[in-house]
């Protein structure tokens, strides 16, 4: 936390989301992971949603939830997933999680029918104890729905380079090499293995070839089950 490097991103971390993720071509890849909504069926359903960011996939919903809460780490980010909630007429709660505690959830057992994840799992570290508390909250049979970078990826790994750690270089003083092993510190392919031991497989699909193999494509979007 006394890095000079970790300082810096802390303070211009809004910024980097903004032009790289929500933008041009970090847009596009972001969608392409937010699409697997549509293969979910909300209605009438009370749902979870860990780091919603600013809820984009709610373009792609099926069916309208009973109720949808949004846990987050950060204030500045719940505040913008309630407006654009609000805006669409969602019944919500937020619930700001302590990032001394993240890996234990303040929610009941089997309290959610659906838990929604998108481009997370891949800073939460270590991995296990956070499907652990994903499965705890979700009913028998709820489903967990979402979408992670291919992350490890000869792919991922160019496009990189080519987009936010130019960033990283144009605008900050930061060593970009230490915010990629600090923010990403969980591969692909290990985060699915985990999910396949921690819940039971309905949909998985990699974009934008198709072919489930991490080094050619950018996201890797999931359907797994409380077994």
Known sequence: MEDACWKEWEKCYLDFYYENQKK???????????????????????????????????????GMPAHYVIADINQAMLDKSASRLREQGVDYST???????TARLPFEDSEFDVVVSFYSLEHLYPLEPYLTETSRVLRQGGV???????????????????TSRRWLKNNTRINP????????????????????????LKYLSYWPFGARVIDINLVAKFVYEKR
């Open 95 to 101: 619930v700001l999680l302590s990032k001394q505690e």
């Open 24 to 62: 041009s071509v970090g847009s596009v890849v972001n969608d392409a992971g937010y699409k697997v909504m549509e293969k979910v069926d909300l209605t009438g359903k009370k749902v979870l949603e860990i780091g919603p960011g600013d809820i984009r996939h709610m373009s792609f919903w099926c």
């Open 144 to 162: 967990f729905a979402g979408g992670i970078p291919c992350e490890g990826g000869l792919a991922w790994g160019i496009g990189r380079f080519l």
């Open 177 to 200: 090499d230490k915010i990629i092993c600090w923010e990403h510190p969980n591969f692909a392919e290990d985060i699915l293995k985990s999910l396949d031991e921690n819940f039971a």
